[in-house]
């Protein structure tokens, strides 16, 4: 990009409701139209994308070991985690269903863990190459970020089919609970970080 | 610094043409086809709803409000939508959404009954149920009219209306060992089942509801007789032990069979009720009529009589015993034991034209018979067991016995006898028996045979060797005897010889009469050799 | 204070743009960090009205019919989206059971938002609570997750095809219409009213 940037906000003292994204002056307190909390950035967005991260990271490991889905058949239960159904598909040869869920179940929570908290220590260290990749970094898990509700929700599905009493039959386990608040602690936790902190300089604030 | 700039550009802008659109735009085809996409299908979901009716069981268990099905013959006919305790608290009321096309199964005789794995006398049944969980099971009624609250079935009926068939009632003394889905068959052949009993309304017998399916139900008739073929028929009594059984299965499960009587008339279409006889035998026997009761009085110890024992007339079974009891008449000292029995007259008379109608005729008939002779006696039925049966017959030298045709019931005069004769019998040889000096017998014998045996010593020490002397003698001269009349023996050939010589002597004695005979001159003169032969004269 | 409407603040890079008048087929990016800058394409009340409410309808629709249809030795078994979240309703799961609820039902609340707004915003007038509602509008936005519903159903289909017979229902085809229909309604440039209406 060879035209200079525009200026910023925060450098014009123009602050963008969230709300109704009016651009006010910065004293302001609420948005006049829409009634809105003017703030520069989001409060305290950092400690509450670490924390929120931090929940989301702990809870992951029991939403992993411990089972989602039980089922049985005859008589003969057995339960299954994340990891070990995406084993079962991939022994079965359905690679196709084991990729699919292996990256929604474990590589996009992953990649949101390391992403966040990349982006976190980024904004923490004040860097300052590669703002525009890390803003589109982060764009990237903000919109992948609410497909690892698919295993919830794949899970939900196959319990409320397979209900055949004897012959086979499916209930979730606890394992899904931890799993699905997972998923909605990283959303949390991406929507909390505020990506202008991406761009601030540390040597202005 | 940012600076909006609001000027427009030199020329001045003109007025543009406003055209404004009165008809809505074409997007509003997209929300109106979903709206009549759910219109439509909401407007199917109504029209496809039934009645609603609810069933009360004793028990939900099995059952699951929205999930349970409905089914009449394994097809989905409507579903469960809720369950709730009755007020009461007493039943379960299952309210079911019928399908639109299912208000036949609303009719008042509808029953419903909920389908779940049951093991029974008719087998194991709703198997299936176990995975898929239980159902309720329906069957459409036939009355015209409906009703919306069904009290439902805690077990399945055993026959579902409109299954190809026809049902018959049977009318029996007690139920036995029938119970519900007992089989009927035919010739050993299953065609049919018991659907349902009840006890009659008298309380007298039991009423049975059996249902024969289609294409059997037609060998039904007029003509056919049921009988009991459950389990194993033992019967010991005087014609001897008897074991009858249909088959194992009939041994566990019980059973009805059934047949055609041979000497029905015409058989016409099914009778509106059947009575279940005890057996085969009882059930093909030609009808007996109406019975009649005879009582009999011996003055004899009947043991071995027992009730329905047989009462036979000539060999044929005519009636049974009823009781058996003692009559106590101290004024006269006299215990006769009473016999009451029942017997079958048109048994007797059964190929005969002339029927012997009312108990009046039955009296004077018997009347006539008992002035011929006719009697009751007490028979030894069974050496093996001791058992007595009643037989009727005529005894030629009886004393005459007063008969009165108007007591009910008739009073049939007896004889003794029979196997009371046979102990006297056995008694008199026995006691002949006795008189048999069996001890002096056994000590002559005893000492013949001691000088039997003296003899015989005395025989072989001295009679004996000179026996053997004379054998030998005799021997000898036999031997001589034979040697003197052999062939070659010295004395014949002297015989033979002296009998040649005489021969020719007698020979030569006759020519010379003979030609003495000729020639009387040939003792003088001589014979002459040439021409006058002997031979030639006459 | 002063507010500055002809002016727009790109959210991620926090640059000031100003607002340009786009044609149909024209949206405005930042030269930062190229996001798209908000409220910066074309807009049309009546169109986004019809998108909502179809969206709306055909949310209830794949909402109220089964979704796959499942038969194993006769036995058959279907299930709804919802019925998908019911199940975490009993036992260990429970408290999953609002969460999924609440965000399966969130195109609805949307959508139904929307027309609301946009309803009052075809006859040029602001709907009651305008504010407050086109706030959740904006907030309830990144919980939509349609496609991930019809993803998941897809995925719950391929992988019971391996031991049942498996069925589409009428519920994953309203399933596949709603998507792009919910795309076009949320893509509507609905802050737009923001500045039409007073």
């Known amino acids: 990009m060879s035209q200079p940037l525009p200026a910023t906000a925060q450098e014009l003292g123009l602050v963008a409701c969230h709300g109704c994204k009016l651009v006010c002056d910065a004293p302001a307190i609420r948005c006049p139209r829409c009634g809105a909390r003017l703030h520069y950035r989001k409060p305290a967005s950092m400690s509450r994308t670490l924390a929120l991260l931090c929940a989301a990271v702990m809870l992951y490991l029991p939403a992993n070991l411990l089972p ?10 057995s339960e299954n985690t994340i990891i070990g159904g995406v084993l079962a598909f991939w022994h079965a040869g359905e690679f196709g269903i084991a990729l699919v869920i292996f990256l929604a179940s474990v590589a996009i929570p992953c990649a949101k863990f ?17 703002r525009r990749q890390r803003t589109q970094l982060y764009r990237a898990v903000e919109f992948i970020g609410y497909w690892s509700m698919l295993d919830v929700l794949v899970v939900g599905l196959v319990c409320a089919l397979v209900r055949f009493n004897l012959l086979g039959s499916v209930e979730p386990r606890s394992g899904i609970v931890f799993f699905g608040v997972v998923v909605i602690l990283t959303m949390l936790s991406a929507s909390s970080f505020d990506p202008r902190l991406i761009w601030d300089d540390p040597k202005h604030d | 610094m940012i600076e909006t700039s609001h000027h427009a550009p030199a020329p001045a802008p003109g007025n543009a043409l406003i055209n404004s659109r009165r008809l809505p735009s074409a997007i509003w085809i997209v929300p109106l086809l979903a709206l009549i996409i759910g219109l439509a299908m909401l407007v199917n979901v109504w029209l496809s709803a039934g009645p609603e009716i609810t069933v009360s069981f004793q028990s939900a268990t099995g059952l699951e409000a929205g999930k349970t099905p409905v089914k009449y013959k394994d097809v989905v006919v409507g579903m469960v939508k809720r369950i709730e305790l009755s007020p009461d608290l007493s039943k379960v009321l299952v309210t079911i959404d019928l399908n639109n096309n299912a208000t036949k199964f609303a ?7 909920v ?3 049951r093991i029974g006398m008719g087998g194991v049944s709703g198997i299936d149920t176990l995975f898929s969980g239980a159902y309720i099971g329906v069957d459409s009624g036939r009355s015209p009219e409906t009703q919306s609250q069904f009290t439902g079935m805690e077990t399945p009926p055993t026959v579902i209306n409109g299954t190809p068939g026809k049902g018959f009632t049977l009318h029996a003394p007690a139920l036995g060992s029938l119970d519900v889905g007992s089989p009927v068959y035919y ?16 309380g007298h017998g039991v009423k049975l509801q059996i249902f024969m399916n289609a294409p059997y139900h037609s060998l039904v008739s007029s003509c056919t007789r049921f009988w009991n073929a459950s389990g194993v028929n033992l019967s010991l009594n005087a014609e001897g032990l008897q074991l009858q059984t249909q088959s194992v299965a009939t041994m566990l499960a019980g059973g009805i069979a059934f047949d055609a009587a041979e000497d029905c008339g015409p058989a016409v279409q099914a009778l509106a009720r059947y009575d279940l006889a005890a057996d085969r035998q009882a059930a093909l026997a030609p009808p007996d009529g109406e019975p009649m009761r005879i009582r009999l009085k011996f003055d004899q110890a009947l043991r071995g009589l027992a009730v329905n024992a047989p009462v036979e007339f000539r060999g044929i079974n005519i009636g049974t015993v009823q009781s058996v009891h003692v009559e106590i008449d101290l004024h006269s000292h006299h215990y006769p034991v009473i016999v009451d029995a029942r017997v079958f007259p048109l048994r007797i008379s059964r190929d005969s034209p002339a029927e012997p109608g009312s108990e009046t005729m039955v009296a004077a008939f018997l009347s006539r018979m008992v002035t011929q002779g006719l009697r009751a006696q007490a028979r030894n039925g069974n050496l093996l067991t001791g058992q007595i049966y009643i ?25 003794t006898g029979g196997f009371d004769q046979l102990q006297d019998q056995m008694a008199g040889i026995v006691s002949k028996l006795n008189k048999v000096p069996f001890d002096a017998i056994g000590n002559h014998l005893d000492q013949n045979l001691i000088a039997l045996h003296q003899t015989l010593g005395q025989m072989n020490h001295a009679v004996l060797p000179s026996t053997l002397n004379t054998l030998g003698q005799a021997q000898r001269v036999l031997k001589n005897v034979g040697s003197t009349l052999d062939p070659d023996a010295p004395l014949q050939q002297n015989l033979n010889q002296t009998l040649l010589e005489l021969q020719r002597s007698a020979r030569s004695l006759r020519s010379l009469t003979d030609l003495l005979d000729a020639h009387p001159e040939a003792l003088i003169r001589g014979r002459k050799t040439d021409a006058n032969t002997p031979e030639n004269t006459p | 204070m002063r507010i500055y409407p002809h002016l727009i603040i790109c959210e991620h890079c926090d640059r000031v743009y100003q607002r340009p008048a786009l044609g149909r087929q024209q949206s405005a990016h930042c030269t930062a960090c190229g996001l798209k800058l908000p409220c910066s394409c074309a807009f049309k009340c009546e169109q986004a009205l019809a998108l909502s409410m179809a969206t709306a309808i055909v949310f209830v629709l794949a909402m109220a019919n089964p979704v796959i249809f499942v038969d194993v030795m006769g036995h058959q078994s279907n299930a709804t989206l919802w019925q998908a979240a019911m199940v975490f309703a009993q036992g260990v799961c429970a408290p999953m059971t609002l969460p999924v609820m609440l965000i399966l039902f969130v195109p609805l609340i949307q959508s139904l938002l929307q027309c609301w707004v946009l309803a009052f915003a075809l006859k040029g007038v602001s709907a009651p609570g305008f504010a407050p509602l086109m706030r959740v509008i904006g907030g309830l936005q990144p919980w939509n997750l349609i496609e991930v519903c019809l993803l998941s159903v897809l995925i719950a289909m391929i992988k019971l095809s391996g031991y049942l017979v498996v069925h589409p229902g009428v519920g994953l085809w309203a399933l596949a219409v709603l998507n ?6 949320c893509s509507q440039n609905i802050c737009s009213l923001w500045e039409q209406l007073p």
């Open chain 1, 68 to 77: 989602v889905m039980r089922s049985s058949q005859f008589g003969q239960a």
């Open chain 1, 114 to 130: 390391l992403t966040l908290g990349w982006l976190l220590w980024c904004v923490h260290r004040g860097h300052q190459i590669g």
């Open chain 2, 107 to 113: 009719r008042t005789d509808s029953r419903y009954w």
């Open chain 2, 115 to 117: 389908v779940r794995p």
């Open chain 2, 187 to 202: 010739r050993n052949l299953q065609v049919g089942q018991l659907a349902s009993y009840q006890l009659d309304t008298d």
């Open chain 2, 391 to 415: 037989a009727l017959d005529f005894f030629p030298r009886v004393p005459k016995a007063i008969f009165d045709p108007t007591s009910r019931p008739l009073v049939l005069p007896t004889v």
């Open chain 3, 180 to 185: 792009p229909l919910n795309g076009l309604a």
